[in-house]
Structure formats: structure tokens, C-alpha cells
């Protein structure tokens, strides 16, 4: 059982940034791919960003691919989502989400899920 809490969203204006960050309650981390998806008003929920158990490898979405940054902290039982550059298309709640094994782009493969936290960036 993992238990997901999200914080650090939040207003900003485009160009701007903001740190999302995941905190993890569960017997254990390791072992657990990591992932943030996003929703925008209206829309599916879309893919973000996945990382590793160990953070040696990530993928991102090509929308935010040289934007953002995932990564984590096995110590602190912490996933981060690095946003710069933000723009107005990156509004939405944005939701962490944990599997054990493998990373995928693909939500229904996640077994547990944050309860979001909102990003709004106006232009």
C-alpha cells in the first residue's frame, strides 16, 4: 500500500516556474516507478513525466521535454517535478502517480494515485 500526498502547486505567469513535489507513505520506496500526469480542465488526463525506481532513467512528454524535470529522493521518499518555462497549455491538476516495476506513459497502469494538486498559469 503507497500513499501519495502532492503540494507545491500553485499561480504563476507565463515563463515562470514552480517545484511540484510527491511524498510517499509506504513500507518501502524502492521498486516503485514514478510518474506525473496532468488534467486539464475538460480534457483526459495526459502523461507528464516517469522516472525509475532509482531515478537512472526518466521519459518525458514531448510538450514538456526541455521544460520540465522529474526526480527523486529514495531517502526522503520524495518525487519532484522540476516546471519551467511555464505556459498557459500547463494548467491543469497535476497528479503523482506510483507502480511497482516498470514506468509507462500509460495511466492505467499506475496502481497508486495523489489527490492532485492545481497549477494555473496565466499569460
Known amino acids: 500500500q503507497v500513499q501519495l500526498v502532492e503540494s507545491g502547486g500553485g499561480l504563476v505567469q507565463a515563463g515562470g516556474s514552480l517545484r511540484l513535489s510527491c511524498a510517499a507513505v509506504?513500507?518501502?520506496?524502492?521498486?516503485?516507478?514514478m510518474a506525473w500526469f496532468r488534467q486539464a480542465e475538460g480534457k483526459e488526463r495526459e502523461f507528464v513525466a516517469a522516472?525509475?525506481?532509482?531515478?537512472?532513467?526518466?521519459v518525458y512528454a514531448d510538450s514538456v521535454k526541455g521544460r520540465f524535470t522529474i526526480s527523486r529522493s529514495l531517502r526522503e521518499r520524495t518525487c519532484d517535478l522540476q516546471m519551467d518555462d511555464l505556459k498557459s497549455d500547463d494548467t491543469g491538476v497535476y497528479y503523482c502517480?506510483?507502480?511497482?516495476?516498470?514506468?509507462?506513459?500509460?495511466?492505467?497502469?499506475?496502481?497508486?494515485w495523489g489527490q492532485g494538486t492545481q497549477v494555473t498559469v496565466s499569460s
Open positions: 502517480a506510483a507502480v511497482e516495476g516498470a514506468y509507462s506513459k500509460v495511466a492505467s497502469v499506475y496502481e497508486w
Open positions: 509506504a513500507r518501502t520506496f524502492s521498486g516503485y516507478a
Open positions: 522516472i525509475n525506481w532509482n531515478g537512472g532513467s526518466t
